[in-house]
């Protein structure tokens, strides 16, 4: 379904009395256009954020480094998804850069741009039926007709909606309109004060309209196949759903949680992203130091001093995407592998101190050579965008610490693992954002193996480490003689669109 149809569709279940799920930004940043503290509801299924004047959030000209579509957030059942829609500027969640996309979670702080304007993600436990009607409304104009054209017949239906029941028949009425045109955002406030201003023109309406109410019924009776067929895909959907709930369900906490503290949990750092400089042909194009560094990744030290962490976390400017025109490449991609100078410093910790050394992107050996280059020029200058896939077995990044000691491990072990084996996951998701007591010690999570062997070079697993702040974090199992390293955490992914399953990297890639 078009974005603009089901924006349209959504509104039409509001205005029906269905209740639709909500979440609200709460702007940290004071702006031209959103004052601090103040926040919005959300309460159609895809937005954009960005400068254009198309995007659902739109910040002005005083944010230059905010991309015209700098990143979209898309509701998925009850979750909501942001992804990353700009190639030039980061789009950073809890303080950390996502090159691709991120699942939120209510608290999570969104921030466009380094120098970008900072939100929080919220979520609503009470849906759109709460809402008064004309409140409703409103919203649905601003966020659901406002980019679109053909308002006044589809205005005409919200209204015959709100008091005729026929949503389902409009619903699928709407769906087959093809709304491709804009409006400006005077006459989407004007539709908002002609709503406040005349309560009684929906009466009037409906008195004038039966013909219409008698062709939406027709398309009523035409389309209950189609939802039938539709609700059979949902059952089946869910009853899978089900059954992959009640696997989940089975996984708990070892009896004896001991093994993972001690001398474990003190071989798991936390990484902070300490500062970043940008050199091309002698001129410096970036220099970057945060006043308050945030944890972003996790990292671990192996039997024999050996630093591990995934390799997007440090190397978190490559891009992802095949550049398509110049406003979509990445520059910070584009100068440092076009002759250019980049230099990323980082901090990495134990949560007692007894681990703590700096390091650089520079420092770590890296896996690029499988990563794709394309040509490209940017301002009159000729050079190269690197292309890097981190779910193909080469996000891994280590150097050789001079320390004593470090965590078992097993190479052989990570790439023939059996479906269902039990993985022990330790990291800082979340960063260190909910540790106010001080406690700086790794968050322990659980999953299972996905599928036996490797897949395109990973380890597929279920649950566990999807948080971000996980990434770069020891996977283990459990052996005879305790707990023994065999990936490192690189992410999620979907599959088909509807599921989704854990991407770890196998420890044999490390030498």
């Not at 093809?178 to 309406?205: H, M, P, R, Y």
Request: hydrophobic content about 35%; glycine content about 8%.
């Amino acid at each position: 379904m078009a974005r603009s149809t089901q924006a349209l569709s959504t509104g039409l279940k509001i205005l029906s009395g269905q209740d639709v799920p909500v979440y609200t930004l709460e702007y940290l940043t004071p702006t031209k256009k959103h004052a601090q503290g103040s926040f919005e509801k959300i309460v159609i299924p895809y937005i954009e954020l960005g400068r254009g004047p198309k995007c659902a959030v739109s910040f002005g000209e005083d944010f230059p480094t905010v991309s015209r579509r700098h990143a979209s957030i898309a509701r998925e059942g009850k979750e909501a998804k942001i992804k990353n829609l700009s190639a030039t500027n980061p789009l950073l969640i809890n303080g950390r850069p996502v090159n691709r996309e991120f699942f939120l979670s209510s608290g999570d702080e969104i921030q466009l741009s380094l120098e970008g304007p900072r939100m929080r993600f919220n979520t609503s436990a009470s849906g759109t039926s709460k809402m008064g009607f004309t409140n409703k409304l409103n919203l649905v104009i601003q966020q659901a007709i406002k980019p679109y054209k053909s308002v006044a017949i589809f205005l005409f239906a919200i209204f015959l909606l709100s008091t005729s029941g026929l949503s389902y028949a409009l619903l699928n009425a709407f769906t087959k309109l093809e709304i491709q045109e804009t409006i400006s955002s005077a006459q989407a406030d004007e539709l908002v004060k002609l709503n406040q201003e005349n309560q009684g023109f929906a009466e009037k309406i409906i008195k004038n309209n039966d013909d219409f109410k008698n062709q939406i019924n027709r398309i009523n009776i035409s389309n209950l196949r189609e939802r039938e067929e539709n609700e059979a895909r949902l059952l089946a959907i869910q009853t899978e759903m089900e059954k992959v709930a009640d696997s989940l369900s089975k996984l708990n906490v070892p009896e004896d949680f001991s093994i993972f503290v001690g001398d474990v949990q003190k071989n798991v750092l936390a990484i902070y992203f300490v500062s970043a400089s940008l050199t091309f042909q002698g001129s410096e194009l970036w220099d970057e130091t945060p006043t308050d560094p945030q944890c972003m990744c996790t990292g671990f030290m192996l039997d024999g001093g050996k630093f591990v962490t995934a390799r997007h976390c440090v190397d978190i400017f490559a891009s992802e995407v095949q550049p398509e025109y110049e406003e979509d490449i990445n520059q910070i991609d584009f100068f440092s592998n076009s002759g250019g100078n980049l230099t990323v410093t980082f901090r990495a910790r134990s949560f007692d101190g007894s681990i703590d050394f700096t390091f650089t992107n520079k420092d770590m050996i890296q896996d690029f050579s499988r990563d794709e280059l394309y040509r490209v020029s940017l301002d009159d200058v000729d050079g190269v965008v690197r292309v890097a896939n981190f779910h193909n077995g080469s996000d891994f990044a280590y150097k050789q610490i001079n320390l004593i000691g470090g965590l078992n491990y097993s190479p052989q072990a990570s790439i023939s693992l059996e479906t269902a084996r039990e993985l022990h996951v330790l990291g800082y998701p979340d960063g260190v954002r909910f540790r106010a007591d001080g406690d700086m010690r790794p968050d322990y999570n659980k999953g299972i193996v996905r599928r036996t062997g490797l897949t395109e070079g990973v380890i597929r697993g279920i649950q566990g480490a999807e948080r971000g702040g996980n990434s770069g974090g020891p996977v283990f199992i459990l052996q005879e003689d305790g707990p023994a390293v065999i990936g490192i955490v690189t992410g999620a992914m979907s599959f088909a669109g509807e599921e989704v399953f854990q991407v770890y990297t196998p420890i044999s890639t490390v030498n």
